[in-house]
């Protein structure tokens, strides 16, 4: 699948293609219809957030179908 993502904090995100994800035993897989970027993403994208890792793919607020 194609997603945004960023390699290196503060440096510019690119779309590349990422392997498919597999959901847990508990979950699901959304097919993303439409996603927003926010404050906490560019908290991400600048390295201020412990919790985001790289390769990262930003946008956890999203629309789609599971």
Known sequence: ?????FEQ???PPRVQSVPDPT???EGVVIKVEATG???SDWHGWMGHDPDVTLPHVPGHELAGTV
């Open 37 to 39: 970027l926010c404050r």
């Open 23 to 25: 959901p847990s035993t």
């Open 9 to 11: 904090f503060g440096q």
């Open 1 to 5: 699948m194609k997603a945004v993502l």
